[in-house]
């Protein structure tokens, strides 16, 4: 079966039927990110490509900055490749990456030239679409990303999150849409990645942020994590939204995005239905059935009844499994249920931000620290400060007090030096614009092994990105210690820790 040439967003096919809703596969980013923590080489997606390319798809979500890292960290490749490779095999469908707001693979802002290479670099590796998210939608971050990306020639999709807090009202997110609306974006999407929106909830903030957005296509990604993602796609397609994110079923439900094939069909009863070809979905899931069989992975399995704890601390379900892992470790997986509760409380505090990377890790860190210590706020990680002290942006909600004193007040910082200038004056015009980024973000031992497009530099040269320290580490590092200050430096990275200072321990005996 032939597929028909998709309709652009809000077309309907015939006078008098509804609206058809277009679908985004999601599979190789969110069903891979979600199901199998991101570890699928590149080897294992090329060969079902084309088939998700000839489906008929609104377009192929593929990458966000934590594929990069993923790739370079984990899987040994390098994430250029894997995009050129995709886009060489997928030539009939838009793909997708992300933009996460003004920073890339690390927590920290990066310099305006390594974010506008970046941009450049995505549409030359043949991204079309970019999904640009800030956690504290903070439209000074979103305007900078969109303005870069639109330069660029990229179509640029606004992200708008919801989350529950007593500051996320129905004013809030009317406020929101319409202050995303003016920064020029070519569409937006109502992301939900901790998976806490109802049926009931979606009937009221679809047809708000609408009326903030008008006609602007609309979009929507909710998490499975509570069972009711599928219902609510169903509910925002009767109201219009215009497409709507899925992933092939071995990689869908639990924490990921819903079925293709399931939302597929609720569609097709109501007359709603993109002109997919069913043949490609199938070969699809067969595909994966048969990959997760061969290399003893697991599959989505569909939550049948809701986790109401999870609408408490809105941790994502990943979140949650590494914090358990990180625990587990130190021997105190005894404490998640304290480490959940202090996380809600670290949440307020840090002025309600969306649970979503980078900003779900810091709030995850802090809670532990606090409870592994017994004492809140008795050790603030470097990057907690920074977010305090406003370095990332400006939060919906303010910070609390008991935290802005214990952060105090932000210091002076050095002047930042262009690193593309400085690494391409150290390693010659040989050196192509992949590699540079690669190497500015990345330390020189994380990329051996990965195949560059020129040879890496001797030891200790190029890059020194980010790579915040494991937690356990931390922990046992900081309990061994009587030092009232601990500050830990390796190339970009630094963790600063601060206490009360101890009782002086008194002289020994002669």
């Known amino acids: 079966m032939q597929p028909a040439k998709p309709l652009p ?9 509804k609206k058809t809703v277009q679908l985004i596969n999601s599979t190789l980013r969110d069903g891979s990110q979600a199901i ?8 294992e997606i090329l060969p079902i490509v084309r088939s998700i390319d000839q489906a008929g798809y609104e377009a192929i979500d593929l990458m966000a900055p934590v594929q990069f890292e993923v790739c370079v960290k984990y899987l040994k490749e390098n994430p250029w490749h894997r995009a050129r490779s995709v886009r060489a095999a997928a030539q009939r469908t838009p793909l997708f990456t992300h933009l996460r707001s003004r920073s890339l693979t690390s927590f920290d802002l990066v310099p305006d030239s390594v974010f506008d290479l970046w941009v450049e670099r995505i549409g030359a590796a043949g991204f079309k679409r970019v999904m640009v998210f800030d956690a504290l939608h903070d439209a000074r971050n979103l305007r900078f990303s969109a303005e870069r990306a639109k330069a660029a020639g990229l179509e640029v999709c606004l992200i708008i999150f919801y989350t529950i807090s007593p500051f996320h009202t129905d004013a809030f997110y009317a406020d929101k849409a319409r202050e995303l609306a003016g920064l020029g974006a070519d569409s937006i999407c109502i992301r939900d990645p901790s998976g806490l929106l109802t049926p009931e909830r979606v009937a009221e903030l679809v047809p708000t942020i609408r009326a903030g957005i008008g006609g602007m296509p609309l ?8 069972g009711l ?12 939204v215009d497409a709507l994110f899925v992933s092939s079923e071995p990689l869908a439900h639990g924490a990921s995005v819903p079925s293709i094939g399931r939302v597929f069909e609720r569609l097709s009863a109501e007359g709603m239905a993109p002109a997919l070809d069913v043949s490609r979905i199938r070969d699809e899931e067969d595909y994966f059935f048969d990959l997760a069989a061969r290399t003893g992975r697991p599959t989505g399995d569909p939550v049948n009844a809701a986790d109401q704890a999870q609408y408490a601390h809105q941790i994502p379900g990943n979140m949650v499994a590494f914090t358990q892992g990180q625990l587990a470790e130190l021997k105190m997986e005894h404490l998640l249920p304290q480490v959940l509760e202090e996380f809600t409380q670290v949440r307020a505090d840090m002025g309600y931000p969306v649970m979503v990377t980078p900003v779900s890790q810091l709030v995850c860190v802090q809670a532990v620290l606090n409870v592994v210590q017994g004492e809140r706020y008795k050790s603030i990680p470097t990057e907690v400060r920074k977010y305090v002290q406003g370095d ?21 910082g050095a002047g930042q030096e262009d690193p593309v200038a400085t690494l391409r004056r150290r390693l010659g015009p040989d050196v192509s614009d992949d590699d540079l980024l690669l190497r500015i973000l990345f330390r020189p031992e994380q990329l051996q092994g990965i ?7 001797p030891s200790g040269e190029g890059g020194a990105g980010p790579d915040a320290t494991r937690l356990v580490e931390l922990i046992r590092g900081l309990g061994g210690s009587r030092s009232t200050h601990l500050e830990i430096r390796q190339g970009r990275f630094s963790f600063t820790g601060r206490r009360r200072a101890l009782p002086q321990r008194p002289d020994p005996a002669p």
């Open 9 to 17: 967003p809000g077309r309907s096919r015939g006078k008098g039927r």
């Open 36 to 43: 199998w923590s991101g570890r699928m080489g590149e080897k």
């Open 219 to 226: 979009y929507l990604k909710s998490h499975c994590s509570t």
């Open 229 to 240: 993602a599928e219902d609510c796609y169903m509910t925002a397609a009767r109201l219009g």
């Open 392 to 412: 990332y942006g400006k939060p919906d909600a303010p910070i609390a007090g008991a935290l802005l004193d214990r952060v105090g007040p932000p210091r002076p």
């Open 451 to 457: 195949a560059m497009d020129s040879p890496l530099p």
